[in-house]
């Protein structure tokens, strides 16, 4: 077991859309034709952006806000976030290290905590990716087919607009304009649903560590207390350097698991900032595709609805798996407190008391207090979404 084998799917989002993250401690193990594919896609992000800035000055202010606006919001956090993630490759890979070496001796407790882990985000992440590929191909795919019958086109005949010509063009430069327009804005949502399924299990592999610390120290006193029943008398002398050995051998783990989380921290901080930032106006421009609802044509509007429920269980999911790793990593000894630690010997007390202490340390992983995910921020974001959704609203 490590870092790279126990996600398939994170293996898969990560090669598909040109991220090419590290996956092993040995930085970059992709080869030329991979690397070559991940250039292309960069490549072809780079002309939408280019085009889609061009195309948005020459339309009306309410196709900018509709279709526009929210390609900028999710173009702009996939940018920051890949960029802020290969800025630290170096912090990455140290930290892939540091958790391989971890997993290269786990038990099987470990490896089925780290199964427990990971298997229940699958099922909602697989429904985001589907609905939402479904929805951009419903989305630009059906205006396609409603203005075949024009002779001539303009900017705002695309889903959003785009400039690759002087307007207006013919049909054959709109077919072209269009397939374009569907394969980048496509693979932009592979790029930011591969950076999510990479950060998200970045943070469970962290979460499952603090859950097996929790479950063997559990266990540790929960035998303490079995034997205690059992002899009704104090442990051998032998009997207690073995219990040594085990508390040492999990401070050691526990020490280490601290060391990753400030590395996850330095990571992660400043692109979960960004998310938190990003989505307030991502949903913000859903809010105001779902107002075109009631206008649009029934599949138009099963096309947004699936795209915005989409995007509510992605940042869900997010959310809530920095949740976790909040919750565990403030739990460590709730459940070894429950049994009977205080029968063992004094050291091992002190031992216990300091890991106590040190379990108040939350695992906060956002350098900004107000920009921190977790549930509570999840409903935050929606509402300061709706709020200044209302404000566009009123633009138009």
Partial sequence: MDFRNVNSLNIRLNMLSGNLLPMTDRGSSFSLLWKLYGVLVWLIELIL????????????????????????????EVIFTLLRLYSCQDLVCQLIRQMNDILCTADES??????????PVKVPLMFYIVASLGAIIGWW????????????????????????????????????????????????????????????????MMTAQYRYIAVKMAIFHEEEEHSDISTQNKYSSKTNRKKKKEIIALCRHYNALIDA???????????????????????????????????????????????????AVQLYVLCSCVQQLLNASTEITDKAFHEEW?????????????????????????????FNLSLPSYM??????YSIALLFLRMK
């Fill in 49 to 76: 952006a280019i085009c889609l800035t061009l195309g948005s000055i020459y339309v009306s202010t309410q196709k900018l806000l509709e279709d526009s606006l929210i390609c900028f919001a999710v173009g702009g």
């Fill in 110 to 119: 470990m490896k089925n905590i780290v199964r427990e882990t990971l298997e």
């Fill in 141 to 204: 795919g059906l205006p396609f087919i409603a203005i075949l019958n024009k002779n001539v086109y303009c900017y705002e005949d695309y889903r959003v607009p785009v400039a690759f010509s002087k307007q207006p063009f013919s049909f054959g430069t709109f077919v072209l304009g269009d397939l374009f327009v569907l394969i980048s804005t496509t693979y932009m949502f592979l790029k930011k649903v591969g950076a999510d399924v990479y950060m998200i299990h970045l943070v469970l």
């Fill in 261 to 311: 989380t400030c590395l996850l921290k330095r990571i992660l901080s400043t692109n979960f900032s960004i998310i938190y930032v990003y989505s307030v106006f991502r949903f913000c421009f859903i809010g105001i595709l779902i107002s075109t609802i009631p206008s649009s044509t029934f599949l138009q509007g099963i096309s947004v609805t699936f795209y915005a429920v989409g995007a």
């Fill in 342 to 370: 205080y029968l063992v010997e004094i050291s091992l007390k002190r031992t216990f008391m300091t890991i106590i202490m040190a379990n108040n340390l939350e695992c906060k992983l956002a350098k900004i207090e107000n």
């Fill in 380 to 385: 935050t974001i929606l509402n300061q979404s």
